[in-house]
């Protein structure tokens, strides 16, 4: 085909444009070789540490496996029993003044006796309840 002195503006487009994906594919080249690189990397400590792993359980029973389990579990079913708990103490010494605060317990001594009250603890409220005797009947939260 056109070479030499015939070669037109057209031929000259071309070939750089020719030349411009070679080296494009080139580069693409060189990058797919450095993934397939890092990838090997990835599986041998991949694979190092499945080995870790298989050796940290080898000594360990299933009973034993279980057991972790149900401790976690319990663990678990403990912390969400604390979370209704306090959920159901917030409901109940909730501040109806603000509806934000809850009421926190104070108690005071003094000469005549130890008293109690409780405070809002929003910032920016000021509810207290009355100050009553206090009796070991007294719930403290
Ligand atoms: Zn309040």
Redesign the pocket.
Known sequence: MAKGKHRTYADKERDGEIKRLKDALKRKDREIEKFKSELKTLEAAFQENIRFLKGKTAKLDLQELLKGAQKEQSLKQIETEKEITFKELEDKWK?H?????I?KFIKIPRQDGIFYMRK?N?PN?K?TTRLKKWETTVEVS
Request: include cysteine.
């Open positions: 501040c003044k603000c509806t934000k605060g009421l809002c929003n409220c509810h």
